[in-house]
């Protein structure tokens, strides 16, 4: 009688082999012979995260710190031997704390200018989302961009969202410290549309159980990144943070994390 798994079991443990082979191969490319006690750096460091509470991307309140972004850094960070601690505050406010420095990283910025005076864009390890402009009133559906003039629109304190509507200064903006205020503003009538990142966006609606819609008008998303201050001493490990990254996407870790996500709070 013919054995038809035989080779099926010696192809899959030749797969596993050669997988584990790619992963030992890349840590040995990446990770410099002094960093690799398990890819841990030779320091213990204690790296402190400054970021705005921000669902679901930073859920900073209520317990332990979580969310997509969070939980991607804390990869990186488990395989560097870094422990972290998270500093909450505005997002306006957690730039002033970079550039004071009283926080090493920040985690989804968008690359400005302005902003990389500040810090290192050290690896986009979070992926690009499209803004979306919420609206309740059907007055307030925005169509094409030049539907936004005449309009007051909501936006977060500090936050960048794409060249041209960040430097429109004939634009009526509206600034609020979070996207949830930023949604009551609207419920209230002090402002018309709210851009928003599409899932943080989604998430306040959810949250606070608002019959607001979404306009057929978006913009496409550009890829957030690990961020670190250059005033930090975090910035000499940031080759051992894109080499962290590269191992937890080919273990297929950071893909789990993101569609988890996804599947959790899109619609």
Same mark, same amino acid.
């Given at each position: ?7 099926? +079991? ?5 797969? !596993? ?6 992963? %030992?191969?890349?840590?040995?490319? $990446? ?13 213990? *460091? !204690? ?29 990186? %960070? ?8 998270? /500093?909450?505050?505005?997002? /306006? ?18 690359? !400005? ?15 690009? #989302? ?8 059907? #007055? ?26 960040? !430097? ?35 998430? %306040? $609606? #959810? +949250? ?40 937890? #996407? ?6 789990? *994390? $993101? ?9």
């Amino acid at each position: 009688m013919a054995r038809p798994h035989k080779n099926l +079991k010696t192809s899959q443990a030749r797969m !596993t082999g050669m997988r584990v082979f790619a992963t %030992a191969v890349l840590m040995a490319l $990446v990770f410099p012979v002094s960093a690799q006690q398990g890819t841990e750096t030779v320091e213990a *460091l !204690t790296v402190t995260v400054g970021a705005n509470h921000a669902p679901p991307y930073r859920i900073i309140e209520g317990g332990e710190p979580t969310g997509l972004y969070v939980d991607i850094f804390q990869e990186i %960070a488990d395989r560097l031997g870094w422990k972290v601690h998270y /500093r909450e505050a505005p997002f /306006r406010r957690v730039l002033r704390m970079v550039q004071q420095g009283e926080v090493d990283v920040m985690l989804g910025p968008l690359e !400005t200018a302005e902003r990389t005076e500040l810090m290192e864009f050290v690896a986009p390890a979070f992926p690009p #989302e499209r803004r979306l402009f919420f609206y309740l009133n059907a #007055e307030n559906r925005i169509e094409r961009y030049a539907d936004l003039y005449g309009r007051a629109i909501g936006i977060l304190e500090g936050a960048s969202y794409f060249s041209r509507f960040d !430097t429109d200064d004939k634009l009526l903006k509206e600034p609020a410290p979070r996207y949830e205020n930023l949604m009551l503003m609207m419920q209230k009538g002090r402002v018309d549309v709210v851009i928003a990142p599409e899932l943080v966006g989604l998430y %306040a $609606v #959810e +949250k606070l159980g608002l019959d607001v819609k979404v306009s057929p008008f978006f913009v496409p998303g550009e890829r957030s990144y690990i961020a670190v201050a250059k005033n930090s001493p975090v910035l000499k490990y940031a080759d051992d943070i894109r080499a962290a990254l590269k191992l937890i #996407e080919l273990e297929g870790i950071h893909e789990d *994390l $993101v569609l988890k996500y996804m599947d959790r709070f899109a619609e």
